[in-house]
């Protein structure tokens, strides 16, 4: 789904040759690049869309500060021409036209003020949203104390007219784009078959508004059989990221009862 350099490029970022650890490693990118359109089929709109018609209640989320937040989006997706120049200028109309998720801080308090997410990885944004990032990532152990400060010092000084780019990762039982927590998708356990298991990549771009800071999210889901057979160096990274992850993250992550027949499938392979 997303361009094959991405994928490529950040494999090694993503699972180096060492245990688990939490990074933040950052890589530059051309403004724009990020968010303009990958699929070329108009498949993933067409999903987004879905969701937005379906449950935009789960999708949007906004705040006092939004409507000028929105202008500067607006603004900016127009000086990219990657929007229609006669388009109501409104949260929702971008986020039909724009494949990323899109979740904004506001710069003076760095809470989340609002945006769109239609893919979500299994959180809910309507719950984020009035929060600081410390308390957005207070659920995540170890986040806070070891990278939580790297993170504020790195968006306050985050230079206008840039993009920078981080990965994520996690792992579910099914490649849907969408793992909003009421959809209650299966979970992984000690039943997952090698079909079901799917990597979930999560690509994000930092980008500095004049009201706020664009976190753009992009979701690669990257099915593990595949993944065994097309980059064993990868695979092997992975299974010991799974056998060295703290117990308390691999709760949070929902993969502590996937955990020992996904490493079992992965040194089978």
């Known amino acids: 789904m997303f361009r094959s350099w991405c994928y490529r490029a950040t494999m090694d970022d993503l699972f ?21 359109r990958q699929d070329a ?3 993933l709109l067409s999903r987004r869309n879905h969701w937005l018609d ?15 937040i929105t202008e500067d989006l607006w603004d900016l997706a127009l000086s990219w021409n990657q929007v229609e120049k006669n388009g109501e200028r409104t949260l929702e109309n971008l986020s039909r036209q724009w494949e990323a998720d899109l979740i904004l801080l506001d710069t003076e308090t760095f ?14 944004l309507q719950e984020a949203t009035g929060k600081t990032l410390s308390e957005v990532h207070a659920v995540v152990p170890g986040l806070s104390d070891e990278l939580g400060p790297k993170i504020e010092r790195f968006l306050r000084k985050l230079p206008p007219g840039q993009t920078f ?8 039982r099914s490649g849907h784009l969408n793992y909003h927590p ?3 998708r299966a979970r992984l356990d000690e039943s997952v078959t090698l079909s079901e298991a799917f990597l979930r990549i999560e ?18 889901p990257v099915s593990l059989a595949n993944l065994i057979v097309r980059h064993p160096e990868t695979a092997a990274r ?12 691999a709760h949070y992550k929902s993969l502590e009862a996937g955990i020992p027949k996904i490493t079992e499938l992965l040194r089978e392979a």
């Open 203 to 220: 690509h994000q771009a930092f980008l500095r508004l004049p009201t706020a800071v664009l976190l753009g999210v992009r979701i690669e």
């Open 16 to 36: 180096a040759d060492s245990d688990f650890a939490w990074s933040i490693r950052m890589r530059r990118e051309e403004p724009g690049a990020f968010f303009a």
């Open 111 to 124: 809470r989340v003020a609002g945006g769109c997410v239609c893919f979500p990885s299994s959180w809910n």
């Open 165 to 172: 780019l981080r990965e994520n990762w996690g792992m579910t």
């Open 238 to 249: 992975l299974r010991r990221q799974l056998e060295t992850m703290p117990d308390e993250v």
């Open 41 to 43: 089929t108009g498949s």
């Open 54 to 68: 379906e449950t935009p209640e789960r999708c949007l989320s906004t705040s006092p500060v939004m409507d000028a």
């Open 182 to 184: 009421a959809l209650e």
